[in-house]
């Protein structure tokens, strides 16, 4: 049972580029969480998806992000129009309903 | 909104010491989950505590859930060096209508050898 899987695992973007992170959750997961960490920072919550719904997206900026979780396919978080304050590490994780998280390896996007 | 406080930030231990540390909610939780970070790697679930008192071990690490759900700790014994990491707790406040985990902003172990 492979665990929670994101691509890319780094990702250099210049500013105004988009950035699209991927999220595989773990088989049998029907949640999927995204937080961001910034070096030395704890995780902020973005967004929580199932199969097709928003949940609660209380954390994630209103302009140029965006997050789906389609009914085939990895979970995607998108941000337009990137700026250097995106740069940071994007983590992904699923759960069973409320249990413990499962997080992928994350996605460290630099904005250069 | 909520939020999850966790004393102290930093750690700085010898070798062998025992010590701990804290973590308290705004809000009463319906639980609490521990999380450890190497650095340059992902959070990894350690533990989750739900009842009020509840105590659980794992080998050298002590987690406690207060009685009034609001607050945590975590002791370790013995420190060793593949201790070293960021411990970071997170509560879960159902009654915020809402699944997903508030997380501190860590507790940073390092070790000296």
């Known amino acids: 049972n492979a665990g929670v899987m994101q691509n890319p695992r780094h990702l250099v973007r210049r500013r105004g580029q988009e950035a699209r992170l991927r999220c595989s959750p773990m088989k049998g997961h029907s949640h999927v969480y995204w937080y961001r960490q910034l070096p030395e920072e704890g995780l902020k919550f973005m967004v929580y998806?199932?199969?097709?719904?928003?949940?609660?997206e209380s954390g994630m900026p209103k302009e140029r992000f965006s997050a789906e979780f389609p009914k085939e396919g990895p979970s995607i978080l998108r941000i337009q129009q990137v700026v250097r304050g995106d740069s940071a590490a994007y983590f992904c994780a699923s759960s069973p309903q409320r249990q413990g998280y499962f997080f992928g390896p994350g996605t460290r996007l630099t904005v250069l | 909104g909520q939020q999850v406080m966790q004393i102290p930030q930093y750690q700085h231990v010898q070798e062998g010491e025992d010590f701990t540390t804290y973590c308290n909610s705004s809000t009463t939780l319906s639980n609490i989950q521990w999380y450890k970070q190497r650095p340059g790697g992902h959070p990894v679930f350690l533990i989750q505590?739900?009842?009020?008192?509840e105590v659980k071990k794992q080998k050298r690490l002590t987690f406690q859930f207060g009685e009034a759900k609001k607050n945590s700790s975590l002791h370790i014994t013995a420190t060793q060096t593949t201790d070293v990491g960021t411990y970071f707790c997170a509560g879960d406040n159902l009654q915020g209508g809402s699944e997903k985990l508030v997380f501190g902003k860590g507790m940073k172990l390092t070790v000296n050898p």
């Open positions: 998806l199932q199969k097709e719904n928003i949940i609660d």
């Open positions: 505590l739900v009842k009020s008192g």
